[in-house]
């Protein structure tokens, strides 16, 4: 192609490549604007997350409570709102509120994005909350599949709601796999023992 041609060309298309110039200028201008925000918007839950834990080192419940639901609500891309959800759910738990502790563990074991660790850190706060309530079946299938990070916590667990289910044989089973995740000098290994040793007493 000519020079004298290109030209044409350009003359013919200016319409177009304008349009297309304009656009890849604003998508760019977006994407600046758009990362811009984000770093605000989590140097703004850093400040909060801050304020909450704060908070509750001082036992200021009432206002941890208003960072973690602000967290929550107004922040909920970063993950300082997941880790928010946790100290909600131990208020409502220490506010005898379990309905909306129970809704806030569910949030967490339902997202895909968490830190590692933290989805498995919630299904074992929810299976202990459905064991202290008598929701013996629901931990049960909550932890079909325990936890690796948390295998000794989950065994147990399931240990605990199948003697409450009075299935001692599978509480049995459940509490040994627990034993077997902790090392053999762990003091808590004792205290399993006593538990597979209480199985079937009234």
């Known amino acids: 192609?000519?020079?004298?041609?290109?030209?044409?060309?350009?003359?013919?298309h200016r319409k177009l490549l304008i349009v297309v110039f304009v656009l890849?200028?604003?998508g760019v201008?977006?994407?600046?604007a758009y990362d811009k925000y984000q770093r605000h918007q989590n140097e703004r839950?850093?400040?909060?997350?801050?304020?909450?834990?704060?908070?509750?080192a001082s036992s200021n419940d009432a206002t941890a409570r208003v960072s973690a639901e602000t967290l929550i609500h107004d922040?909920?891309?970063?993950p300082y709102a997941s880790m928010a959800r946790f100290y909600l759910a131990r208020l409502d738990i220490d506010a005898k509120q379990d309905g909306k502790a129970e809704e806030q563990l569910l949030q967490l074991t339902r997202k895909a994005d968490l830190p590692k660790g933290m989805q498995g850190l919630?299904?074992?706060a929810l299976a202990r909350l459905y064991v202290d309530n008598g929701k013996y079946q629901q931990a049960l299938e909550l932890l079909q599949r325990p936890d690796a990070a948390f295998?000794?916590?989950d065994w147990e667990l399931r240990g605990d709601a199948e003697a409450k289910l009075r299935h001692d044989d599978r509480a049995r089973d459940d509490y040994e796999k627990a034993i077997a995740n902790l090392p053999a000098s762990d003091p808590y290994v004792v205290y399993l023992q006593m538990k597979m040793a209480n199985l079937g007493v009234s």
Request: proline share 2%.
């Open 1 to 12: 192609m000519t020079g004298p041609d290109f030209t044409e060309l350009l003359q013919r």
């Open 24 to 26: 890849i200028i604003a």
């Open 29 to 32: 201008l977006a994407f600046f």
């Open 45 to 56: 839950a850093a400040v909060l997350y801050s304020e909450l834990t704060d908070s509750l």
């Open 75 to 78: 922040y909920a891309a970063t």
């Open 122 to 124: 919630a299904r074992s």
């Open 151 to 153: 295998a000794a916590v």
